[in-house]
């Protein structure tokens, strides 16, 4: 059931980029957040996804652009299209579902961000349904600013 909820969570990222230009994925409308775009969330999504199944997990190095600088550097896209993000994000969910698969959902991360004790697998789980469906909510107010398309 929680790899079915993340897996449907997941797709709907791609439907509510569906048809949005390169241009509007990179409108930035909200003057307090120069980072929060569509293409921005659609990056950082795909970081979490490395983060949490990757570094966390596994215990493996982060590849996440972020610095202590620039903690928001994965929002940064630059020219980066809409379509190779989708992509990477993608590739990066693979990546998640076959070390979930490889997992029992018991089995304890190996290293713990700062601030919180270690977790489980099926929290992890738990954690990116709800991170993506928050994220869904920011692409749904995004979309309908950039290009005025509310119907998904």
């Not at 930035?28 to 990056?43: E, K, R």
């Not at 997990?57 to 972020?66: C, I, N």
């Not at 991360?109 to 929290?123: K, M």
Request: glycine share 8%; with cysteine.
């Amino acid at each position: 059931m929680l790899t079915g909820w993340l897996d449907w969570q997941r797709a709907t990222v791609r439907l509510k980029c569906a048809g949005l230009s390169d241009v509007d994925a990179r409108r930035a409308p909200l003057p307090s957040s120069p980072v929060m775009t569509i293409a921005g969330v659609v990056s950082h999504l795909r970081w979490v996804e490395h983060g949490w199944f990757e570094t966390s997990f596994l215990g493996e190095p982060d590849r996440a652009p972020s610095t202590d600088d620039d903690p928001h550097a994965p929002w940064r896209v630059g020219g980066i299209p809409l379509a190779r993000l989708l992509d990477e994000y993608d590739e990066q969910c693979e990546r998640s579902r076959a070390i979930v698969a490889a997992h029992d959902l018991d089995e304890l991360e190996r290293f713990a961000p700062p601030g919180l004790e270690l977790v489980s697998l099926r929290w992890i789980l738990g954690h990116l349904i709800e991170e993506t469906a928050r994220h869904l909510g920011h692409l749904d107010a995004l979309r309908e600013l950039a290009d005025g398309v509310t119907s998904y």
